[in-house]
């Protein structure tokens, strides 16, 4: 601990440490090596290490330094901190040079530059908490001009599956993308904007702003559509951001799932054909007003009766219009439900029907490219029918306050990964 608390202080000595002309004209060529990096000066940075190369550039171009022979890879960095770096980032771009003259607290002269040159709005933050990856990308993006930060790769907004463009900081973040600054942290690019960033991460982020032939060029993997493989069970937090649009099956879920944080929009005799149905609030509509990071998706069961294709298609339809309004939103189609064996044998209403359209459905998931939800794995017994004790008012395919429990383990534990 006193390692990393002496690490907070070497970086706000930083400025006076590494000092840097004063005057030139604007542009990267400002950021120069002005050391050279003594290979081994860190205990922790190991020449096979990925953020080697990155941990000396920051170190020679004078953004980053250590403290009694450690740099911390692991070690966070405060949103103080973060501030900082992009003050100077911006001071040395536009003058060649980074002269503060600290006060108390030790980071207001950098605050004040970095809202004086729209680094910062006038938000209140808690400077000496660990700086989220969010808050690193949004800050520093800003700290260089957009022509600085010319995209080298192709990515849409939605590449990157946890930032939506509608998130705080998607612009910034996928700049930072596009121009190769940012890589991700897996195949798929998942950034994880909410965690706190280590300080690897922020010299492989500065040290590419500040040189471009450190920038990385992408080819995220894409995801293995439509089928879902069980994975850690999360709790409802992991629900706050998404919706279930659908029809009476969708009400059940609502009032029996138990899962709180998610937002529902459904009404009785709901199809494809008309998601609004007879609801007077039109629940169909006001998903479409909102923003959602994850969008499940349930009909089938008014539609059983009718042409398969013609079902098809309108879901196909209907999937397109709501990415139309949540560019990069996951859709998650969720099966028709299973029926006993008692309905199943009564005719109309049967596995063999349900099956088909099922297997519709996962067919148009891996064309459209959502995830299918196979509720028939989860609430089917061994004979591949539905549990009477399952079974809701009408025998199913409406279910009992248990089934829809079951039901819920599914969404919590099948999940994009």
Known sequence: MKKIAALVLAAAMAVSIFPLPSCADEGTENFKREQEYPEGIFEDVRAGDWYHDNVAAAYELGLMRGYEGYFAPEGSVTVAETVTMAARLHSIYHTGGASFEQGSPWYQVYVDYARANGILGDE???WNSPATRRQVAMFLARALPES???????????DVPDVKSWHEGAAEIYRLYRAGVLTGSD?????????????????????RMADGSLRQTLSLRKPDYPRL???PRVEDGFF????????????GMRAFSGVKELSFFDYQ????????????DRCYDRLLEGKYDRVY??????????????????YGALIDDIRAHMPGTEIYVMSVTPVTKKVSDRGGFTMARIREINAALQTMCAEKGCWYLDCCEALCDETGFLPESLAGWDGSPHLAAEGYRQWAELLRTHYAP
Do not use: C
């Not at 005799?269 to 609801?279: M, R, Y």
């Open 124 to 126: 209140v933050l808690s």
């Open 148 to 158: 600085e930060l010319t995209p080298i790769n192709t990515l849409a907004d939605g």
């Open 297 to 314: 998706m349930e009909y089938g069961i008014n539609e059983i009766y009718g042409d398969t294709a013609n079902f098809i298609s309108a």
């Open 240 to 251: 706050a951001a998404s919706a279930m649009l659908g029809n009476s099956l969708a009400q």
């Open 187 to 207: 195949a798929f690019g998942h950034f994880q904007p909410d965690q706190n960033i280590w300080r690897s991460a922020v010299a492989a982020i500065v040290s």
């Open 229 to 231: 493989y069980e994975q």
């Open 269 to 280: 005799s709901t199809t494809v054909f008309n998601p609004n149905g007879a609801d007077p």
